[in-house]
């Protein structure tokens, strides 16, 4: 049995964990009042310029830091976390996500490192959707497909951001308004993604929306890890449980079937803590058509409550990431369209399966398949979410 312990509950594998609600009135308290840094016993909150778009604007980096060293770095341009560094068994701090070393490398071309995605996290079957009996266009930037939002997705905007410090941690929490119409979705969307940093080595995800018309809203954070270390080559050692009986197979463009299938007895089936490169590449439809590790892990859990997701242990240095959210899915994504093309920090080539992503979701083309469960946000409901990516190390 594994112990796990969240804001000092402590839990077990498989158990519900309850973190006190982060209402919107205590992220409104917390930033009150608005200031360009801030300290709490220990932790601080900085804020510093890292440099402009092409279309002029200005971009910001937050460094949160918890009272243990435990530093997460992030910037208003797609709310991307930047670098993430962590102690290892022996106590030395390492970055455990890939990305670049400034904001150029970003602007030029990313996988997605480190960012906010939205307004649809995943895949929208041949870019449209119908709703309410309208049909909406979305561009197709996957093929036929829409992929993350289509071509300016949120990780690709400046947010507006403010830090924040109170009980809970260390934190900053942006803000973007995505208007009518953009990419092709109906509403505007008024959001928060606040990042909170506690004293535990957790990071705290909470996202909020709002709409004025009825849309899809699946939002999601897209950074790769790597506990081993930024730039240390592959993750098929690390080993990882996922909280799932059931995923949802692909077809050939990695648009779900629409089938919920059981994983046991397949490649998938992680309820067993399983080395990511133990069966990657065995003899598999779904291995296939993922390029490895692609697909929509359906967790098991009861009701919305947070519950364990995942977790991932690193031999060598001992580093463990659990992931715990209120999400149903979560896409386990092995890294593998990084081909060796992409020169990373500190002149690190970034190769196939040299990071892994868990991205907590609603499923993939959810809008399309009614037999999922429905991302659509209403006016007048609200869009609540939260991931803690809980850091730690093993014996
Ligand atoms: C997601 C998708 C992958 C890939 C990456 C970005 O995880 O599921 O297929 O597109 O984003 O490269």
Redesign the pocket.
């Known amino acids: 049995m594994v112990e796990i312990e969240v804001n000092g509950l402590m839990t077990y594998d498989r158990a519900v964990v309850k973190l006190p609600a982060q209402a919107a009135g205590e992220i409104a308290r917390l930033y009150a009042p608005p200031a360009t840094s801030g300290t709490l016993q220990g932790a601080r909150v900085t804020r510093a310029p890292f440099g402009t778009t092409p279309a002029g604007e200005a971009v910001d980096l937050f460094t949160l830091t918890n009272a243990h060293g435990m530093e997460v770095r992030t910037m208003t341009y797609g709310g991307i976390i930047v670098s993430l560094k962590v102690p290892d068994r022996a106590g030395l701090l390492g970055d455990v996500v890939l990305g670049y070393d400034s904001l150029a490398g970003y602007l030029r071309t990313t996988?997605?490192f480190g960012a906010i995605v939205g307004r649809y996290g995943?895949r929208i079957a041949h870019a449209q959707f119908t709703l309410d009996g309208a049909t909406h266009h979305l561009p197709a930037n996957d093929g036929a497909n829409t992929?993350?939002g289509g071509t300016v997705g949120f990780d690709k905007v400046v947010w507006d951001a403010e830090p924040f410090w109170g009980d809970s941690g260390v934190g900053v929490a942006f803000t973007h308004t995505s208007p009518d119409g953009d990419q092709g979705f109906p509403g505007k969307l008024e959001m928060r993604v606040t990042y909170t940093l506690t004293d535990q080595n957790q990071l705290i995800v909470d996202y909020y929306a709002t709409t004025d018309k009825a849309t899809p809203v699946n939002l999601t954070q897209h950074s790769y890890f790597n506990l081993a270390g930024d730039g240390s080559g592959d993750v098929l050692q690390q080993v990882m449980w996922i909280n799932a009986g059931r995923y949802t197979p692909v077809d050939s463009a990695?648009i779900p079937t629409g089938v919920l299938a059981p994983v046991a007895g397949t490649p998938f089936d992680f309820t067993t803590p399983t080395a990511i490169g133990a069966r990657i590449a065995a003899d598999d439809e779904q291995l296939r058509r993922g390029h490895g590790y692609?697909h929509n892990f359906v967790l098991d859990r009861a009701g919305a409550e947070l519950a364990h997701a995942a977790r991932v242990v690193e031999p060598g240095s001992g580093r463990t990431l659990d992931v715990f959210t209120t999400q149903p899915g979560l896409?386990f994504?092995s890294g593998n369209?990084l081909d060796g093309s992409i020169t990373g920090k500190a002149g690190h080539v970034y190769r196939q399966r040299n990071g892994f992503?868990l991205?907590t979701q609603h499923f993939p083309d959810s809008p399309n398949q009614p037999g999922f469960p429905s991302t659509i946000l209403r006016p007048g409901e609200e869009y609540r979410s939260r991931t803690v990516f809980a850091f730690g190390v093993s014996p």
Do not use: A, G, M, R
């Open positions: 996988p997605y995943n992929l993350h990695l692609d896409q994504y369209f992503c991205e």
